[in-house]
């Protein structure tokens, strides 16, 4: 009987850790634990948002990520200016039914659509040392039916994250379908806070980008409490464009930053919270 309770016990024991193991994303390390809280578009909230089989996946040695993301992008273009009229990304629905009909068909007289993928994963290594964090962004995207790449006009990438961390090591790259490196900017830097950066994806066409950067902070501050590290596309589809703000508090990041003066322009955003600061 006794080894019966025994056995009862330990596997009750191995319930609870496996589904501990599960629901939570955890590093080698109790405090940099973290989950992907949700992707979501603030301009198209029904966006049809498609993930790997592996999303959200648990890894004590190496990474913990959100891993590709790709929303379908349609935008009309006007075929007297060349112009982009509209842009926006695509409800399931509405995929649903361009899959079942010729998504060559123009939707408004004197009118081209085009249709597009963008990929977006952001993703933390296992950090070299207790409350250090690698930050990493990759974009990509991927050409459909229609005129190839995406609308011109600036788009941006970047990080926020609350905590007050400090960042160093920041850095980012890409290369354009024809093989050749990207151009990038910075479009806002503010310490402890977030840094974006701003390129042209169209002109050349842009195939990916990586951005990276490093937050550390020496001693933590937040009293057990936690805060949030969020990852950011904004594309554009206009010619000017404003400005960039970066908007953070310690124990949250909302959208990350948003761009001013800019009403052609839908985002993606990613983000991950749990992270003692």
């Not at 993930?51 to 959100?66: A, G, M, R, Y």
């Amino acid at each position: 009987m006794r080894k019966l309770y025994k056995f009862a016990f330990v596997f009750i024991l191995t319930a609870i850790l496996t589904i501990c193991l599960t629901e939570t994303s955890i590093f080698a390390n109790e405090n940099i634990q973290g989950t992907c809280e949700y992707i979501y578009s603030p301009e198209f909230p029904n966006a049809y948002i498609e993930t790997s089989d592996d999303q959200n996946s648990v890894s004590l040695l190496n990474d913990i990520k959100i891993t590709e993301v790709t929303v379908y992008v349609q935008e009309i273009i006007d075929n007297e200016s060349n112009s982009c009229i509209s842009s926006k990304l695509l409800s399931k629905e509405e995929i649903d039914v361009l899959k079942a009909s010729d998504i060559n068909n123009a939707i408004y007289p004197g009118t081209t659509s085009t249709y597009q993928k963008l990929k977006l994963i952001f993703s933390i290594p296992s950090q070299s040392s207790n409350n250090t964090y690698d930050l990493r962004a990759y974009a990509k995207w991927s050409g459909g039916s229609g005129i190839s790449g995406p609308a011109a006009g600036d788009d941006f990438v970047g990080f926020a994250w609350g905590g007050k961390f400090d960042s160093f090591s920041r850095s980012i790259s890409g290369r354009t379908i024809a093989g050749s490196s990207m151009s990038f900017y910075s479009a806002d830097y503010i310490a402890n806070t977030g840094c974006v950066w701003g390129f042209n994806e169209s002109a050349p066409q842009m195939d990916y980008l990586n951005a990276y950067i490093t937050l550390n902070k020496n001693t933590l501050t937040g009293g057990g409490n936690t805060t949030a590290f969020v990852a950011k596309y904004i594309h554009t589809y206009q010619s000017s464009v404003g400005n960039i703000s970066l908007s953070v508090t310690s124990s949250g990041v909302g959208g990350g930053f948003t761009l001013s003066s800019c009403p052609k322009q839908w985002s993606l955003v990613a983000t991950l919270t749990g992270f003692q600061y």
